[in-house]
């Protein structure tokens, strides 16, 4: 059964809770793209070279994958609830933090800490809308999805305007939003009716052991720094202003969203998986290529970006699916493991491609983005045999939807 086959009609006619939870989502998923617009502002106001103002991403990336690791132990001692509710808690404190900072070095370690808050939340998230969710599990993803877009899209263009008032204003904007979230979750959400299972420490550790598992984990790897090179550095040469680039980032996330939720899985009733990606990872690197070479333009910059949305869209949703199938692991565990793995490409991408323009000019990192998506693209030809599995087995929709906790989330 598909992820998104057996969806009704009573998608959108969920209980309160469900509802509360997808807003949080939304929110907590905004935060990916929220600082985009200001990035030039901050490097600005606050003094920051290029690559320090690119360690907002780092530190936040690589806080939010290395926390995946132990997140799955937490939330099945403590129950979802409790682990929803210190995630937001921890975005409001952080992202208060951040907007009274007054230096690039403090909203650095801030956003690490905003980055433990997130990992406790979207590794939980979806665990808590299947299990609320009325129209079966397909409902629920088809939630997370649209949550995950919105949220992606909604980010950058909420950005941009509370950025034109102050690069401080999107920081404030999340702690309101969350803040709001935070008492929809404790309000609404009730405690589950079933003890948590406790899952060991070590399990996300001993799954990467997997061939298959490890082959997706290196691919993401690499694909993820050709995503975060087009997400992170591209507002400084594009040259606009916070609108201009909210507005450029709030197409490429509803691009990203249309794909990820419509045309993956049209693809996917046609190819295979290790196909699609076959297909798909070429496509993204010649896209990066252009985005170098036309650089200079924004028009064509722009039109890249946008590009580029669409393919990671696809690529988004046909990676998780086939962490889902990779091992006959808790799907759960299997897709922590492989975020964290995904997250470091993330965390490394913004300040390299930073530091590459300084040493010499704005086509390399976008070259070096597409080198990336290349050797991603060869670690899946190469690990065919060992994900021809992913290929064979059909998801069961309730499994997949344990499974896009944090896999879908990046």
């Not at 905003?114 to 979207?122: C, Q, S, V």
């Not at 997706?216 to 050709?226: D, E, Q, R, T």
């Amino acid at each position: 059964m598909s992820a998104h086959a057996g969806t009704t009609g009573s998608v959108w006619r969920q209980p309160a809770q469900v509802w509360a939870v997808a807003f949080a989502c939304v929110v907590a998923f905004m935060g990916i793209g929220l600082v985009d617009p200001i990035l030039p502002a901050i490097a600005e106001s606050l003094q920051a070279s290029p690559v320090q103002t690119e360690l907002l991403f780092t530190s936040y990336l690589l806080v939010t994958g290395l926390a995946m690791l132990i997140t799955s132990w937490i939330s099945s001692r403590i129950g979802a609830k409790a682990t929803l509710l210190i995630g937001l808690a921890l975005i409001v404190v952080f992202a208060l933090l951040c907007s009274l900072s007054g230096s690039v070095d403090a909203i650095i370690g801030f956003r690490a800490g905003w980055g433990l808050g997130n990992a406790l939340f979207i590794s939980t998230a979806l665990a808590t809308i299947v299990g609320a969710a009325s129209g079966g599990s397909g409902a629920a993803i088809v939630l997370y999805e649209a949550a995950l877009g919105l949220g992606i899209a909604v980010g950058p263009l909420l950005g941009g305007v509370l950025g034109e008032i102050s690069w401080r204003g999107p920081f404030l904007g999340v702690v309101v939003l969350m803040a709001i979230a935070f008492v929809a979750v404790l309000v609404l959400l009730r405690g589950p009716s079933e003890k948590p299972v406790p899952v060991r420490l070590s399990a996300p550790f001993t799954a990467l052991r997997i061939p298959s598992l490890a082959v997706l984990a290196v691919a993401a790897l690499f694909y993820n720094i050709g995503f975060f090179v087009l997400l992170a550095f591209s507002p400084f040469p594009l040259g606009f202003g916070a609108m201009g680039i909210g507005f450029t980032f709030f197409g490429w996330g509803v691009a990203l969203a249309i794909t990820s939720v419509w045309v993956a899985p049209l693809l996917l009733r046609f190819m295979a998986r290790t196909t699609v990606m076959l297909l798909t990872l070429p496509l993204l690197a010649i896209d990066l290529i252009a985005g170098g070479i036309f650089v200079e333009n924004a028009a064509a910059l722009v039109a890249s970006i946008i590009v580029g949305g669409l393919l990671l869209g696809v690529m988004n949703t046909v990676l998780t699916e086939s962490v889902m199938e990779a091992t006959d692991l808790p799907r759960s565990v299997a897709s922590s493991s492989y975020s964290a793995v995904r997250f470091l490409g993330g965390a490394a991408a913004p300040p390299l491609a930073a530091l590459l323009w300084h040493l010499y000019g704005p086509t390399v990192p976008y070259l070096f983005a597409a080198a990336s998506v290349v050797v991603a693209a060869g670690t899946i030809l190469f690990g065919r045999r060992a994900l021809a599995g992913i290929d064979e087995r059909e998801a069961d929709a309730a499994e997949e939807a344990a499974a896009m906790l944090v896999g879908d989330a990046a």
